[in-house]
């Protein structure tokens, strides 16, 4: 079964870079029955889709968020990141990994457990 | 993209059944019939309930179902349980090749 799992700082800087991690057991990060994907919620907030990727590197981005964003695999870690720059108070949220289905057009059918990242100086 | 438009909060008794709706635009909702919905309970990630409009995933019970007409969409609750409480996402495929969500809705069991 798969599972996904996030890691990183929980504290980033503002004007930084914010770097997450999603650590995938269960199957290979290089599997085509996969796309994989970064979703975000501020605390009390709605939930917002920031991107996917799929094994051959296709990457698709929220349009409001494409110009800070970078999500890349790492196959040698059976990893795929999450990278956001020159972030501010407004990216304080609960950012969670997960992937879908390649058969499926959905955000996501199977979540990480999220990890809180607050941006503050 | 501006998100999808939900009620903020429902409720209603246990038994009793509840819709609640999504309204989107022809760039989004309107254009695919790629909608999908989420539970979130507290503190939880979420959890796909309902996957192009109105197919659910294996163990998702059947009191959970989904349409949309033009613009729209809707998830119904049948038979209310206490474990229904939750907040609810809708989410659609738009023509900007990504996805949008929904305001999210509070739904309470009385």
């Known amino acids: 079964q798969l599972q996904l799992q996030e890691s990183g700082p929980g504290l980033v800087k503002p004007s930084e870079t914010l770097s997450l991690t999603c650590s995938v057991s269960g199957d290979s990060i290089t599997s085509s029955n996969y796309w994989w994907g970064w979703i975000r919620q501020p605390p009390g907030k709605g939930l917002e889709w920031i991107g996917n990727i799929y094994y051959s590197g296709a990457t698709y981005y929220n349009p409001s968020l494409k110009s800070r964003v970078t999500i890349s695999v790492e196959t040698s870690k059976n990893q795929f990141s999450l990278r956001l720059n020159s972030v501010t108070a407004a990216d304080t949220a609960v950012y969670y990994c997960?992937?879908?289905?390649?058969?499926?057009?959905?955000?996501?059918?199977?979540w990480g457990q999220g990890t809180l990242v607050t941006v503050s100086s | 993209q501006s998100a999808l438009t939900q009620p903020a909060s429902l409720s209603g008794s246990p038994g009793q059944s509840i819709t609640i709706s999504c309204t989107g635009t022809s760039s989004d909702v309107g254009s695919y019939n790629l909608v999908s919905w989420y539970q979130q309970h507290p503190g939880k990630a979420p959890k796909l309930m309902i996957y192009d409009v109105s197919n659910r995933p294996s163990g998702v019970s059947d009191r959970f179902s989904g349409s949309k007409s033009g613009n729209a969409a809707s998830l119904t609750i049948s038979g209310l349980q206490a474990e229904d409480e939750a907040d609810y996402y809708c989410?659609?495929?738009?023509?900007?090749?990504?996805?949008?969500f929904g305001t999210g809705t509070k739904v309470t069991v009385l």
């Open positions: 997960a992937s879908h289905d390649a058969a499926v057009v959905n955000p996501g059918d199977n």
């Open positions: 989410c659609s495929y738009t023509r900007s090749i990504s996805y949008v």
